[in-house]
């Protein structure tokens, strides 16, 4: 039987063990990881009956099946399966040349999770419950999808369904990124509820991957109200966390917050969200605002979307205190921005979808 949990390069290393010159492992990898070959009959640069051996040992190079797809303009989702018949969505977003950014580009958002174990109230994963966490191989072959599929992808956001700091298999799957892919630490990018020890693993190790906290209340109690697993991670020790993390890696991170009518876009709230960040002391810039419009319907919840009103006055109260922020209007923004709206916003948008 083979172990899903060890990685499949790593079970390839064992099976090869010393019969085969210690450049054959490395052949392999890049055969699958730079080529995007789809079956290991297809790696010409190893011997035929290593090919055939390996196609009878390890069966497809993709440890998910891919089963349906949406497609929008800039957009498109795939839905996959997982050997055990979980399901799990990534999303592919093609970002057009702006000011900011001269050439096309385009981002992957990827699940690392089957369903979320944190039950945020807003959130259409989070109604759907836990159900595993997903091995580091399925983590990084929705990537690997679309390498087959000859399509370049520039970065990587752990922003898809369930909490990344939650499954240890994640830290693996950006060891296998950067190490088999070849992706600077820059262009991964994780959303987080705020597991304090999973930031400080980031802050260690991968100094220079971009941390987004999902925070969208600044007040403690509604937070572990509307965010009931946060009830373990404190507030103030997150934000200690990451406050750590921009003092000792210069870079920012970002704060998003779903603005919901009436629940968390009171004038109170933009000023203890102004207040939280600008206790951060010199570097409080380094903090960034991802403001996201809630999208309506997508859960079972009677969350709205803030009044043109009251967001502007939200706003306002920002600038007011120096606060850098960005409003995240369309889909190809969102993406940078909070966990679980992926799936949110595509789940109430199924009529065009095509199963493969
Ligand atoms: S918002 Fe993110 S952490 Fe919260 S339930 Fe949804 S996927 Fe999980």
Redesign the pocket.
Known sequence: MVDTNEGKIKQIENFLDSRYPSFTIKQITNAIYKQGVKSYTDISTIKKELREELKDKFGNVLSLKPIAVTKEKQAQKILFETTDKHRIESVRMVYKPNEERKVEHQALCVSTQSG?A???KF?A??ATGFRRNLTADEIVDQFLYFIQENINLDTVFFSG???PLNNPNFFKSLDMFINYIGLSQRKLSVST?GITSGIRNITKKYPQVNITL?LHFPFQRQRESL?PATKKYPLPEVLTALREHVYKTNKKVFLAYVMLSKVNDTEEHAKELCRIINRSGRKNYLFHVNLIKFHEGSTLSSFKHSTKEDFNKFCKILESKHINYTIRQNFGSDIEA???QLYARYTSKSSNLTRF
Do not use: Q, V
């Open positions: 979320c944190m039950g945020c959130c994963t989070g369904m369930g909490e509820c999902s965010m909070a966990c679980g």
